[in-house]
């Protein structure tokens, strides 16, 4: 089953993976099990509409929101915004038994709360904004709201480093680049990790910028590792390859947004897919 | 034998039991009935408590990240301290005046048990 042509590489090897495991539990054994939703370890409390209660927009000031949440779990630069959040976790799994030892493997389901508290110039709160979301993962969740804010301080960084419109931030990326004689994903070279920005004019993380105009090629998604890369041949012929979290949904997101950028722009030579 | 196989469940033993102590942060309780004090300075609090966690406002907000129950309060560890809220029950947050004198305290539950 995990053979037809038409399935790509990365199902495949799922298929296999899911294949073996399958095979183990029904050779050997294995013991199931789930956890209900518990707090993760590094968490606050749960963030609920009751938090969100206590705020007064254009009444309750900066002071009055630390003294009723504590501190939060992230901040701008210059505390125009706090961010607190939570996340509770469940898993369902499954402990598998060889002869002299086992393994276990899991799903992991992540639920998280988050308020955005943004204050206008006077420092009196102008806006409280709770939401909720979900993300899961083999073994991991993957692709979670930073409870931090870390998205919304990457657009600020973005902003104050002279860009004009952010488009798309995220809170975590890895950017690797290649070699002038081979663009291809190097596990072994070290990349950046950090905050991520797309504006309307270039890439930016942290103090480094790819403009638009300096891409030469937008090429495929790179897929490496059962993930999803964002891959670009920059005019000085260096590949730089970018993995954002949740990779199979927002390479391809991103990929599009670059691609409309530098048609927007004009003047630059993109390569479609195959 | 017998003799050092016991020796060895009783060293592994003593060995779980300092283990499980070293893991255990306690620290020292903090006298949080000062905050109750009329005419509290920020210096006061400072020689108190140590060196806050965090500074808000241009340092007229101090915060502390504490451990414990029960009206007895202690300092979460600095190497603790690092991931995320791990460890922490409370958040002692301090507003202080112009004039560094305690206005307003709070004890925010965090991870209260």
């Given at each position: 089953?995990?053979?037809?042509?038409h399935?790509?590489?990365?199902?495949?090897r799922?298929?296999?993976?899911v294949?073996?495991?399958?095979?183990?539990?029904?050779?050997?054994g294995?013991?199931?099990?789930?956890?209900p939703?518990?707090?993760?370890?590094?968490?606050?409390?749960?963030i609920?509409?009751?938090?969100?209660?206590?705020?007064?927009?254009?009444?309750?000031?900066?002071?009055?929101?630390?003294l009723?949440l504590?501190e939060?779990?992230g901040?701008?630069?210059?505390?125009?915004?706090?961010?607190?959040?939570?996340?509770?976790?469940?898993e369902v799994?499954?402990?598998?038994?060889?002869?002299v030892?086992?393994?276990?493997?899991?799903?992991?389901?992540t639920?998280?709360?988050?308020?955005?508290?943004?204050?206008d110039?006077?420092?009196?709160v102008?806006?409280?904004?709770?939401?909720?979301?979900?993300?899961?993962g083999f073994?991991?969740?993957?692709?979670?709201?930073?409870?931090?804010?870390?998205?919304?301080?990457?657009?600020?960084?973005?902003?104050a480093?002279?860009?004009?419109v952010?488009?798309l931030?995220?809170?975590?990326?890895?950017?690797?680049?290649?070699?002038?004689?081979?663009?291809?994903?190097?596990?072994?070279?070290?990349?950046?990790?950090?905050?991520?920005?797309?504006?309307?004019?270039?890439?930016?993380?942290?103090?480094?910028?790819?403009?638009?105009?300096?891409?030469?090629?937008?090429?495929p998604?790179?897929?490496?590792?059962?993930?999803?890369?964002?891959?670009?041949?920059?005019?000085?012929?260096?590949?730089?390859?970018?993995?954002?979290?949740?990779?199979?949904?927002?390479?391809?997101?991103?990929?599009?947004?670059?691609?409309?950028?530098?048609?927007?722009?004009?003047?630059?030579?993109?390569?479609?897919?195959? | 034998?017998?003799?050092?196989?016991r020796?060895?469940?009783?060293?592994?033993?003593?060995?779980?039991?300092?283990?499980?102590?070293a893991?255990?942060?306690?620290?020292?309780?903090?006298?949080?009935?000062?905050?109750?004090?009329d005419?509290?300075?920020k210096?006061?609090?400072?020689?108190?408590?140590?060196?806050?966690?965090?500074?808000?406002?241009?340092?007229?907000?101090?915060?502390?990240?504490?451990q414990?129950?029960?009206?007895?309060?202690?300092?979460?560890?600095?190497?603790?301290?690092?991931i995320?809220?791990?460890?922490?029950?409370?958040?002692?947050?301090?507003?202080?005046s112009?004039?560094?004198?305690?206005?307003r305290?709070?004890?925010?539950?965090?991870?209260?048990?």
């Open positions: 089953m995990c053979r037809f042509a399935v790509e590489a990365w199902t495949r799922t298929c296999a993976l294949s073996v495991v399958a095979t183990t539990c029904a050779l050997a294995c013991i199931p099990f789930a956890t939703a518990l707090l993760d370890s590094s968490s606050r409390g749960d609920t509409i009751a938090a969100q209660q206590k705020l007064e927009v254009g009444r309750t000031t900066r002071v009055d929101v630390l009723a504590g939060p779990d901040r701008a630069v210059d505390d125009s915004w706090f961010a607190y959040g939570s996340a509770r976790s469940s799994g499954a402990f598998a038994f060889l002869i030892s086992g393994f276990g493997f899991e799903h992991v389901s639920e998280v709360s988050r308020l955005i508290v943004r204050f110039a006077r420092g009196v102008s806006s409280a904004d709770l939401d909720r979301s979900k993300c899961g073994m991991a969740a993957h692709g979670c709201q930073d409870v931090r804010g870390g998205e919304i301080a990457a657009a600020d960084a973005a902003l480093g002279g860009e004009k952010v488009l931030s995220y809170a975590t990326s890895h950017v690797v680049e290649g070699t002038p004689d081979r663009c291809d994903i190097d596990f072994g070279k070290k990349g950046i990790d950090g905050p991520l920005a797309l504006t309307d004019r270039a890439i930016v993380m942290r103090d480094s910028k790819l403009a638009y105009a300096g891409i030469a090629e937008v090429l998604i790179k897929r490496k590792e059962l993930e999803s890369w964002v891959a670009l041949k920059r005019r000085d012929g260096i590949c730089v390859f970018i993995f954002l979290p949740d990779s199979g949904d927002t390479a391809p997101r991103v990929r599009e947004l670059i691609l409309d950028q530098i048609a927007a722009g004009a003047g630059n030579v993109i390569a479609d897919p195959p | 034998m017998k003799w050092a196989l020796r060895a469940v009783a060293g592994l033993f003593a060995l779980s039991c300092v283990g499980g102590c893991t255990t942060p306690t620290g020292r309780a903090l006298p949080l009935d000062l905050l109750n004090r005419g509290v300075t210096d006061a609090v400072i020689a108190a408590f140590g060196d806050p966690d965090a500074l808000y406002e241009q340092g007229r907000v101090l915060a502390y990240r504490l414990g129950d029960k009206g007895r309060y202690g300092r979460v560890p600095r190497a603790t301290n690092r995320g809220w791990e460890g922490v029950d409370y958040d002692l947050v301090l507003a202080f112009g004039s560094d004198v305690l206005e305290h709070s004890l925010v539950p965090i991870r209260a048990r």
